[in-house]
Nanobody, 129 residues
Framework: QEQLVESGGGLVQPGGSLRLSCVAS????????IGWFRQAPGKEREGVSC????????YYADSVKGRFTISRDNAKNTVYLQMMSLKPEDTAVYYC??????????????????????WGQGTQITVSS
């Protein structure tokens, strides 16, 4: 069974930090571009970040640029999203997904939902005092 599993979410105070992990099972993600998305209640799912298969391309949404950092460890079959200086507006369910090979191994930017497949189940981030 091929799947992605997100972890690392939880409740954090404004200004705090969290690191999300996206772990692939049943396949190797080292040849895929991987995207992070988030969806807040009543809002559309939006692209947050993307990293290419070889770190040759990278993307951050304006709303998180300078605060979030995406990275990957292919030996662990994992992509990370380090989130710092968290704000209440970062509250959402966060998802990772593989970019379809049709669109290449570099990030297709800006990310669009149609470029991705093999979504994880999501992990909840709540930023509140």
């Amino acid at each position: 069974q091929e799947q992605l599993v997100e972890s690392g979410g939880g409740l954090v105070q404004p200004g705090g930090s969290l690191r999300l992990s996206c772990v692939a099972s049943g396949f190797s993600l080292d040849t895929y571009a991987i995207g992070w998305f988030r969806q807040a209640p009543g809002k559309e799912r939006e692209g947050v970040s993307c990293i290419g298969s070889s770190d040759g391309s990278m993307y951050y949404a304006d709303s998180v640029k300078g605060r979030f950092t995406i990275s990957r460890d292919n030996a662990k079959n994992t992509v990370y999203l380090q989130m710092m200086s968290l704000k209440p507006e970062d509250t959402a369910v966060y998802y990772c997904a593989t970019q379809l090979r049709l669109y290449g191994s570099n990030c297709a930017v800006p990310p669009h939902l149609i470029y991705y497949h093999s979504w994880g189940q999501g992990t909840q981030i709540t930023v509140s005092s």
